[in-house]
C-alpha cells in the first residue's frame, strides 16, 4: 500500500521510468540555483516496482550502446560482465539504484486517471486520491499503447497473436511456425531472438530492411538526432537518423543476419485461418504471429485538458524556441518528455532524454518563480 498522496505539489510528474527519473535529477538541480523555499516534486508510477517499462523486456533485449553511453545524467550506469551491451535487467536494477541514489520521491503503484484544470494549476486524479499540483509533467512513454496494425483475416486466423510489447522470450514458442511482422528495431531483435527455438521463423517488412553500418550505435544516433534538430532550426537540410537506415545491428542481430539465417521477406498480403498469404499467392502455415509494430504516447490521462491535438499529442510550443522543452501550447502549466523526438531528439532514448530533461526542468522552475 502507498503511503497517502499529499493535498498538494509543485511538481507532479506523472511516470517512474528513466525519463521522470532524468527530470526529477535535473528539478533537484534547477532548484539549487535559486532562492525560495524548495519545490515539492512528487513521482507517481503505475509500476509496482522501479524500472519502468524495461521490466517488460524480453530477456535477451540489449541497449545499442555500452553503459557508458547509456546513462542517466548524473550517475554513470556500471559496466555488465564482460562490457558487453547492457541488458534489461541490468538497465532495471541501474534505473532502481538511481532513484535510492536520488532519493527520489516517487509513489507506487499510483494509476493517475486524468489531469483537470484547476485554480493555480492542476488536479491529478488518481485511485488513491487527488491531488493539487501547480505544475505536471507527463512522463508515460509509448509502451502501454502497443499499435496493432490491420492486415485482412486477422480476425479469423486461429493461432496465437501478440504485440511485442508481450513477447518475453522464445521458450514460448520452441517447435512452433511464428511469423514477425516489423522493419524497425524490435522485429529485427525478435526474429533473431526465435532462430534456433521456433521450428520456423517469418520475418515480413513493408520494405526491404536497412541495416546501419556495423559500427553505429546509440551513441552516433543521438549525434546525428541532435544534429538533425540544429539543422532545422537554422534552415538547413537536416540529415536525420533515417538516412543512415533503420536496424542496428546489435551483436545477436548481426550474427543471424550474418550467417543467412535472418532473410525478411514481403509483408503478408493476409492472415489465413491457419497462417498467411503472400502477394505472390505463396502461402505457410503458421502458430503464432508477433506484432512488432511500434507503440504510440501513452496520454489517455490528458483528454479532460481540453487540449489542443496534433499528431496523436497535444499541441506544444518551447520556451525561446528550444527544441529540448515541450510544454502545453494552450496555456496550461503542462509539459511532456520523453515520447519521442518531438519532445526532443532521441528524447525516448537512456542517452538522449537528459537534455530534454534538463530544458524541462529550467523551464517547469522559471515559471513557477515568476
Same mark, same amino acid.
Given at each position: ?191 533473431? @531472438?526465435?532462430? *534456433?527455438? $521456433?521450428? %520456423? ?5 513493408? =520494405? &526491404? ?5 556495423? !559500427? #553505429? ?123 519521442? @523526438?518531438?519532445? *526532443?531528439? $532521441?528524447? %525516448? ?5 537528459? =537534455? &530534454? ?5 529550467? !523551464? #517547469? ?6
Amino acid at each position: 500500500m502507498t503511503d497517502p498522496l499529499p493535498d498538494h505539489v509543485d511538481v507532479c510528474v506523472v511516470g517512474g521510468g528513466q525519463s521522470a527519473l532524468a527530470l526529477a535529477f535535473h528539478l533537484r538541480r534547477a532548484e539549487r540555483r535559486r532562492s525560495g523555499p524548495a519545490l515539492r516534486v512528487l513521482l507517481l508510477d503505475s509500476r509496482t516496482h522501479p524500472g519502468g517499462a524495461w521490466q517488460d523486456a524480453w530477456p535477451s533485449l540489449r541497449l545499442f550502446s555500452p553503459a557508458g553511453y547509456s546513462s542517466l545524467p548524473g550517475r554513470l550506469m556500471p559496466r555488465p560482465p564482460g562490457d558487453e551491451p547492457p541488458d534489461a535487467a541490468h538497465v532495471v536494477d541501474y534505473l532502481a539504484d538511481y532513484e535510492r541514489r536520488y532519493d527520489v520521491d516517487v509513489r507506487r503503484p499510483v494509476r493517475v486517471t486524468a489531469v483537470e484544470r484547476a485554480d493555480g494549476g492542476l488536479l491529478v486524479r488518481t485511485d488513491h486520491g487527488d491531488l493539487r499540483a501547480r505544475a505536471v509533467v507527463s512522463a508515460t512513454g509509448t509502451w502501454d499503447r502497443p499499435l496493432w496494425p490491420t492486415v485482412p483475416g486477422t480476425d479469423g486466423f486461429e493461432g496465437e497473436v501478440l504485440h511485442v510489447h508481450d513477447y518475453r522470450g522464445p521458450e514460448p514458442f520452441a517447435g512452433r511456425r511464428v511469423l514477425v511482422v516489423g522493419g524497425g528495431n524490435s522485429g529485427a531483435q525478435v526474429a533473431a @531472438d526465435l532462430l *534456433g527455438t $521456433a521450428a %520456423a521463423v517469418h520475418w515480413a517488412t513493408r =520494405r &526491404p530492411p536497412r541495416y546501419l553500418p556495423d !559500427d #553505429v550505435d546509440g551513441r552516433v544516433l543521438f549525434e546525428v538526432a541532435t544534429q538533425a534538430v540544429r539543422d532545422r532550426a537554422s534552415g538547413r537540410e537536416a540529415r536525420g537518423v533515417g538516412s543512415l537506415g533503420d536496424v542496428v545491428a546489435v551483436p545477436p542481430v548481426r550474427a543471424a543476419r550474418d550467417r543467412g539465417d535472418l532473410v525478411a521477406e514481403p509483408m503478408v498480403e493476409r492472415l489465413t485461418e491457419h497462417g498467411a498469404r503472400w502477394p505472390d499467392d505463396r502461402e505457410e502455415p503458421l502458430d503464432a504471429v508477433v506484432w512488432a509494430t511500434g507503440f504510440r504516447p501513452a496520454l489517455a490521462h490528458l483528454r479532460g485538458l481540453g487540449l489542443t491535438w496534433t499528431d496523436g499529442h497535444p499541441a506544444t510550443g518551447a520556451p525561446d524556441g528550444s527544441p529540448f522543452a515541450v510544454r502545453s501550447a494552450d496555456g496550461v502549466p503542462l509539459w511532456l518528455l520523453g515520447y519521442g @523526438d518531438w519532445c *526532443g531528439p $532521441a528524447s %525516448a532514448t537512456l542517452i538522449g532524454v537528459g =537534455r &530534454p530533461a534538463a530544458a524541462v526542468a529550467a !523551464d #517547469v522552475v522559471a515559471t513557477l518563480d515568476r
